[in-house]
């Protein structure tokens, strides 16, 4: 059933609301994916602050062009969804390449983030990135590490001392 202009209307300001609003987002393609997997896949997309969206290709388009978006993402055909995502794209790019091990019905087609293209490629590369709180935790112990091994310096002597003499009353005893 074809829907009436006042219908393609709102679709339109809720497609470009859905682009303005996010730091960025993923298409993949949709077409030979069932309703069980879009459920699990977007209780899973819930809970990293991402959302999944069944787009009718027309309108998206044009939604695209009229909020300046890169070109080569304006170029796709067949069912699209797209993955909408607040500030981590690793996260969501992540579900969407464990998906596409388990069940190879979920394929990427491009993404952008905060104004950039990304390529299906560059998409699958996000999901390489560990996630935000893992690189903190790595900058964390990074930083960490020459104090550990400053107080380790300091301390070795007085630990050393302490042993020998520890050892000496052990022997006169």
Same mark, same amino acid.
Not at 27 to 40: E, M, Q
Not at 41 to 61: E, G, P, R
Not at 143 to 160: C, D, H, I, Q, S
């Given at each position: 059933?074809?829907?009436? %202009?006042?219908?393609?209307?709102?679709? +339109? $300001?809720?497609?470009? @609301?859905? =682009?303005?609003?996010?730091?960025?987002?993923?298409?993949?393609?949709?077409?030979?994916?069932?309703? *069980?997997?879009?459920?699990?896949?977007?209780?899973?997309?819930?809970?990293?602050?991402?959302?999944?969206?069944?787009?009718?290709?027309?309108?998206?388009?044009?939604?695209?062009?009229?909020?300046?978006?890169?070109?080569?993402?304006?170029?796709?055909?067949?069912?699209?969804? =797209? =993955?909408?995502?607040?500030? @981590?794209?690793?996260?969501?790019?992540?579900?969407?390449? $464990?998906?596409? $091990?388990?069940?190879?019905? +979920?394929?990427?087609?491009?993404?952008?983030?905060?104004?950039?293209? +990304?390529? *299906?490629?560059?998409?699958?590369?996000?999901?390489?990135?560990?996630?935000?709180?893992?690189?903190?935790?790595?900058?964390?112990?990074?930083?960490?590490?020459?104090?550990?091994?400053?107080?380790?310096?300091?301390?070795?002597?007085? %630990?050393? +001392?302490?042993?020998?003499?520890?050892?000496?009353?052990?022997?006169?005893?």
């Amino acid at each position: 059933m074809s829907k009436s %202009r006042t219908q393609k209307e709102e679709l +339109l $300001k809720k497609y470009k @609301d859905l =682009i303005e609003s996010k730091s960025g987002y993923l298409l993949v393609n949709s077409d030979k994916i069932d309703t *069980a997997t879009v459920t699990g896949l977007k209780i899973q997309l819930k809970d990293v602050d991402a959302n999944f969206t069944v787009v009718k290709n027309s309108i998206f388009k044009v939604a695209l062009q009229e909020t300046d978006q890169p070109l080569q993402v304006q170029e796709f055909d067949g069912p699209t969804a =797209i =993955i909408s995502f607040e500030e @981590d794209p690793t996260a969501p790019a992540k579900l969407v390449k $464990k998906m596409q $091990k388990e069940t190879e019905l +979920l394929e990427p087609r491009s993404g952008v983030y905060e104004g950039e293209f +990304l390529s *299906a490629e560059r998409v699958m590369q996000l999901a390489e990135i560990p996630s935000r709180e893992v690189l903190l935790s790595r900058l964390v112990g990074t930083m960490n590490a020459p104090l550990t091994g400053f107080m380790n310096a300091v301390t070795g002597n007085v %630990r050393g +001392l302490t042993v020998v003499l520890k050892g000496i009353a052990e022997s006169k005893s």
